[in-house]
């Protein structure tokens, strides 16, 4: 069967090529999707487009050039394996495939319905959402605490949002002012700019001297974790969502002082160590994480329309790219439309 699939060419480099995939000789539990909707990654996808993850330059390693990118795949299932158990034909379902007219997928990856009353499109873009809600996940929310959110990125937007709903007090900070405007339209209520030591006194100021219980770098940026440690009440907890990727000079000591000294919780929270499916009696899981994703998309509490700026084609992928890289103001968030 053959395919148009986005590959990553190299350093800036991105082509819509032609390949071909098996659709006849299906594993017990392959899946073969025609895709209807996939949502482009501005942090992993940027990161290996322009080659700040030093990987892509390795070869062998996952996202070594020329790489198949994507992540965020919506779309309707044509054929199954005779073992498949989690869909059946002309399902709509959400996966983790990459950005291709037609993916073929194992059902130990993730797979889930589509629920009716979500648009296909919002469910594709909802893959940040996941993302984000790692942070939910592995903090520890007590009473009603303060939550500072450095990076208002969709990743970060997005974690304000669970916060938020999860009944915390929500700062948001972010250097540029449409960033903290759109989670404004969120629902965030405060938001704060400007220098480190700017947003130190309005972080100080709006929690009343308290600082943030729980602050959350949603950038992948050491000099940022840094920052968010100072603003970290003690005893509270420091939440590295982004990967950080940027090296940064510093006094190390200073840091691990700090997190000694005033017992701060320092927690990774990157998602793929979640398991895909709750087995062994692990009740948080890929899929029960994106069940409630959906669940909060279709009550209202999440906003995810509002982070969608641009549906193009996938003949279009050069301009999102570059887009999300040179005008974020503009592009905050693109889905590709295969049909």
Known sequence: ?????????????????NAEIDDKNLGARDILIETEWTFISTGTELANYTGKEPKVFQPGQWCAYPWKSGY???GIVKAIGNGVSRAKVGDRVFTYGNHAS?????????????????????????????????????????YNPWVAVFGLGLVGNLASQFFKIKGCRVIGVDPVDYRRKLAEKCGIKYTLGGDAETVQKGISEITGGQMANIT?????????????????????????????????????????????????KVIGAL???????????????????????????????????????????????????????????????VLLKWK
Request: net charge negative; hydrophobic share 40%.
């Open 1 to 17: 069967m053959e395919i148009k699939n986005v590959v990553v060419t190299g350093q800036n480099q991105v082509e819509l090529q």
């Open 102 to 142: 037609a993916v073929r997928i194992n059902e130990s990856s993730l797979v889930i319905k589509v629920p009716d009353d979500i648009d296909p499109g919002i469910s594709a873009a909802s893959r940040m959402a996941g993302v984000a809600a790692t942070a939910i996940v592995l903090s520890e929310i007590k």
């Open 271 to 333: 998602e793929w160590c979640i398991p895909i499916y709750p087995d062994n009696g692990v009740f948080m899981s890929q899929f029960t994480k994106q069940q409630m994703i959906f669940d909060w998309i279709r009550s209202g509490d999440l906003k995810v329309k509002e982070l969608v700026s641009h549906t193009l084609k996938p003949e279009q992928i050069k301009q999102a790219y570059d887009g999300l890289l040179n005008e974020p103001q503009t592009y905050t968030g």
């Open 72 to 74: 965020s795949n919506v």
């Open 216 to 264: 959350v770098d949603a950038v992948g940026h050491s000099a940022v974790v840094m920052q968010a440690l100072k603003n970290t009440a003690s005893h509270g907890q420091l939440v590295i969502l982004g990967s950080p990727r940027v090296s940064v000079q510093g006094d190390l000591t200073e840091l691990l002082s700090d997190v000694h000294l005033r017992w701060i």
